[in-house]
Each structure stands twice: as C-alpha cells, then as structure tokens.
DNA sequence: GCGTCTCGCGCG
DNA sequence: AAAGCGCGCGAGACGC
C-alpha cells in the first residue's frame, strides 16, 4: 500500500514496502536498486496502485516525469512533517512541536529536466523513522480522518505543481510583444531606454512639476517634487495621488502604470521565463502559513489582467478556466453553519446578503463580508460589521473568535488541522508568545488577532481548493489518461485552475471541474447546505 | 560594492 | 472610497 523510496549517497534507492498487519504498518525488507532501475520500479508500484513515499515530491519528480513516468498518489513527508508538528490535532504526540531538525528544511530547488549530470542529493535522513512518525500521528490523533485527507491533499498539491511545471502555461511571445507595443510603443532598441508611449507622459509629468531632469522612478525623488509643487502628499501611492487636483497627476498615474508593466512582465520578463512557447513557474505549496502556495520565478502569483491575453491555447486547443465563486465567504458560511449566510448564498451570495436586508447594496456586501474576514476596524468595513453580525451571528462569531485567541497568543486551526504559527515565530513553535499584561491587547496582538481571524478563512479556503485540484487531476486521468494530448492542468491561483485541453474535449472538461468542486466541498464540509459554485469558462486566450 | 530593508503595486 | 488578510518582485535607499 506504501512504498518508500530513499535515494543513497552512491544515488542508489533503497525500496521498502509497507504493508498493514492486524492494523500495525510494517516495513518489508530493503531493496536497492541502481539509479538507471528506477522507471522500472514505479512502472511496477503504479500497477499496484502503490502510494509512493518520499522526503520531497521536489527531489523525485521532475525526473521521473522527464522520463516519461507519472506517479497517482504519494506522500511528501517534508510537506506532511510541516503540517503535523504544528497542527493542534497531533496534541500529545512526539511529532508535535517538535524542534526544528532537517525535516522542516524548506523546499528542494526542483531539477532542470535537462540537468541529467547534477548528483542527486541523498534524501534527508531517516526517511522509514519519519514516516512511521508521522503514521502513528495521524492514526493516534481524535481527527484522524480530517488529517488523513489534509496530508494527502497536500502531498497530491506537490504532484500537481511539479506537473503544471513540466508541462508549463502556454505563452505566446508574439502575443505578447504585440500587447506590449499597443500600450508601450515598440521595443526600444537599446536596453535602458524607455519605451516611445512612456517618454510623452515623462515630458508631460516633468513639464507639470517643472522639473526637467527628475527621474519618477525614484519615490524619494519624486515627492520632492510634488512637494515642491506645492502638494501635500506623505508618499507616491496610486491611491493617494489619484483624488489630488494637479495637471501632473493623470500623466503621471499613466507613466506609473506603464512603468510598472514594462518592469514587472515588459520584454525582459518575456526573454527570462518564456522558453518555447511555454512559461514555468516553480510552485511552492504552504508558501503562506495558511497553506496557500507561493510561487518563484517570473512572478505568476500576480499576473496582470493585462499580459493574461498572451496565455493562448496550442493550435486545435482551448484553455478551460474555472474559478470559485465568493470561495472565501462560502467556507466561513459552511465551517460556521450559519443558515442565514447558507440561504444568502443559494445564488450569488453578495445579492443574497443584500436580499436578506443588511445592507443596502452588492458592493457593500462585499466591503461588509471582506471587512468581516480581514478585520476591518475602521472605513465602509468597519461602519458595516454590526449590521452584519446582526444578520449573521454564527458566521461573525466564528471570526471574532479566531481573532480573540490571536490576540492572546494561542493557535487557531483551520477545519482540516493546519494550525496557526504562535507570534513572533517563524517556525511557529520555538519562541513564547509576547508577554501580555492582564486584559491588556496591544496594538501587535490586534494585529496578529487579524491574522488569525483570516488563518481560518483563508487556510480552509485553501484546502478546498486542494480538494478541488485533487479531484480534478483524479477525474481528468480516470477519463483522458495522462498522455501528452490528454488534457491537464497548467495554472492554478488560489481559487482559480486552468486546464489546456483539446479544443474537442473542452465541454467534458468544464463539467468535471464542476463536479470536482461538488466533490471538494462534500470531503471538506459532508451535507452542509453550502453551495460551491465555479465559472467555467473556455477560450483561447486566457 | 554587496547584502538587506522599504516602498509600491500586481494578484487572490 | 480607501484600509483590513495572504503573497512575490523590482528598484531605490540604506548600512556596512
């Protein structure tokens, strides 16, 4: 049912199957097996519908899939140790917190497909120990079923990140440069210089403040001259600037925004990460402490709308892109089982809340439920949460209460067991929290009291949206397989996947992601009356 | 000159 | 209309 994989410092594996005897898993004999034997072993273990075990998806995979290889199911122990030694359902166990060993090293570089001469780094030690530590953690622990799925969820999170990698987002450079160009003005020749579209709004900008050699890239320099201009600005945000009355603000709002697209995904970020038609990011999974991914490399997390029109299916290929709907809200309505938000939510849960009379319109009912999820003390969100709680009792009160223990020091959870760091600590379990005077909640307890009222929104957030993945993947190759002209997932943001698939298969893939959404909120929340609702939809160009 | 911090802004 | 969560990145500012 196990098979853990070891690689040794002479880059042979050492293979070991687990199997459960009367309950009790028990290790097999070890066999190693040369480097070059290793497609064959899995070629055999995935007959067997084996889940394979290893110290990090990030070591192993890339290689097998540049082998041609894929894997169904697997342990990352790296990301599973993480989630166990802080999670508050491992309470009593050894693996919690635990000190910080070689385990909690964080994620290892993923190989360059074609780097076939690097030396393989031996796995991190005592992988078997590890993983009879980490069993016996989940199936000792009173949520043992909700950790079951967390650690799996997670470990299916790392196949899918080394997968959207190796086959990569589908980048049209032309695509792009044309974009580009319509905003910019043509590439300049020389490095350095400033697109043709930006140097009218500079003259412009300079020519406002009367200042001909300043350099609006540089903040410093730039309020300088505001103030001397005569506005009174504390610093050179949009949305400072923006209500100011001065002919330098809109040439300068657009020199602004063009600057920051030439810099951030301009033509040098095409040349750094697009190779071949395709853009890799590295995707780090539990980047966040909430257990949202972070990704490295060419800055996809943030993706302009902008530059999205240069992602454009293959030839005879269409990109399905499904988003969850108010994921955030919904979760807190289901982990709360406030049946006045649940009813809100049937349709589109901002109208809802509208129609059930605490505010007056949609976009309040945003500001409202955002306020109510981030902590909002003071603007629209603020003024907005009595009536909210008024409407919404056991939703709000779930959040007020996250945010109370924050405020003293403890840890919240999310609904599956990852549990919140304690404050001051990056590692989260080796320093004590602040001291903290009797009733007294300090200006950084508040803080970390927003923090935690959002860890269990937006971690549980973030394993539905696991589930969501998870499921999908599973339903995609049960259906298509996992061949090259098979579709398959290429991004994925938080609440937001997008599977490049034959333009023939499109519709079957919109309904599966639909119904993978069903299945996620099912695992997650069973019979709850919460409605997870995903826009599909399927175009050529993102 | 180099590493680190801060700002500003893109995304959810 | 602005203030409240989570990120990554580039450029300038700053300290050594």
Redesign the pocket.
């Known amino acids: 049912m196990f098979t853990l994989l070891v690689r040794r410092a002479d880059e042979s594996v050492a293979v070991i199957r687990l199997t459960r005897d009367d309950g009790r898993l028990t290790a097999g004999p070890q066999r190693v097996v040369p480097s070059a034997a290793l497609p064959d072993e899995i070629r055999a273990g995935e007959k067997d519908s084996t889940r394979w075990v290893w110290d990090d998806t990030f070591r192993w995979y890339p290689r097998l899939l540049a082998a041609g290889l894929r894997v169904e199911r697997c342990v990352d122990l790296r990301l599973v140790h993480g989630i166990l030694r802080r999670s508050e359902f491992t309470a009593g166990n050894a693996l919690h917190g635990a000190p910080v060993g070689p385990w909690d090293a964080p994620q290892a570089a993923p190989t360059e497909a074609d780097a076939l001469f690097v030396v393989e780094p031996e796995s991190l030690p005592d992988a078997l120990g590890e993983f009879l530590r980490q069993r016996d953690a989940v199936e000792t622990s009173a949520q043992r079923s909700r950790l079951e799925l967390l650690t799996a969820a997670e470990s299916t999170g790392a196949l899918v990140a080394v997968e959207m990698r190796h086959r990569g987002i589908p980048w049209s450079a032309a695509r792009h440069d044309e974009l580009l160009t319509d905003v910019l003005g043509p590439r300049p020749s020389r490095a350095g210089d400033r697109p043709a579209r930006m140097l009218d709004d500079l003259a412009a900008v300079r020519a406002a403040l009367r200042a001909p050699d300043l350099?609006p890239?540089?903040?410093?320099?730039l309020?300088r001259a505001l103030r001397t201009a005569g506005l009174t600005v504390t610093?050179?945000?949009?949305?400072e600037?923006?209500?100011l009355e001065h002919p330098v603000i809109e040439p300068l709002l657009r020199y602004?925004?063009k600057q920051?697209?030439l810099?951030?995904n301009g033509w040098?970020?095409l040349e750094?990460w697009v190779r071949d038609g395709r853009f890799r990011?590295e995707y780090?999974p539990a980047?966040?402490?909430?257990g949202?991914w972070?990704?490295?490399?060419?800055?996809?997390?943030?993706?302009?709308?902008?530059v999205r029109g240069a992602v454009v299916a293959d030839p005879g290929w269409a990109l399905v892109v499904a988003?969850a709907s108010q994921?955030e809200p919904r979760v807190l309505t289901a982990l709360s089982q406030d049946g006045a938000m649940a009813r809100a939510g049937e349709g589109d849960l901002y109208e809802g809340i509208v129609a059930s009379g605490a505010v007056a319109t949609r976009a309040e009912a945003k500001?409202a439920m955002?306020?109510a999820?981030?902590?909002?003390?003071?603007?629209?969100?603020?003024r907005l949460m009595p009536r909210l709680t008024r409407a919404f009792p056991r939703a709000i009160a779930l959040v007020e209460a996250a945010a109370r223990v924050g405020e003293h020091g403890g840890v919240v959870s999310t609904l599956l067991g990852r549990s919140s760091p304690r404050p001051g600590s990056d590692a989260g379990f080796d320093e004590r929290p602040p001291e903290d005077g009797p009733g007294q909640v300090d200006g950084g307890m508040r803080?970390w009291g927003?923090?935690t009222?959002?860890?269990v929104v937006?971690g549980t957030a973030a394993e539905w949206a696991l589930c969501w993945m998870g499921a999908l993947r599973r339903s995609l190759t049960a259906e298509f397989g996992a061949g090259s002209d098979a579709p398959h997932l290429v991004f994925f943001?938080?609440?937001?996947v997008v599977v490049h698939t034959p333009a023939s298969v499109a519709p079957r893939v919109a309904a599966l992601m639909e119904s993978a959404a069903t299945e996620a909120g099912r695992l997650l929340f069973g019979d709850a009356p919460v409605r997870f609702p995903v826009t599909v939809a399927t175009v050529t160009s993102y």
């Open positions: 350099n890239d540089s903040p410093a320099e309020i610093s050179t945000r949009q949305w600037l923006q209500h602004k925004k920051r697209l810099v951030a040098s970020w750094a990011p780090v980047a966040a402490a909430t949202r972070g990704t490295s490399g060419g800055g996809a997390l943030q993706l302009p709308r902008a988003d994921l500001v955002l306020g999820m981030y902590g909002a003390t003071q603007g629209d969100g603020g803080a927003r923090f009222r959002n860890f937006q943001l938080h609440d937001e």
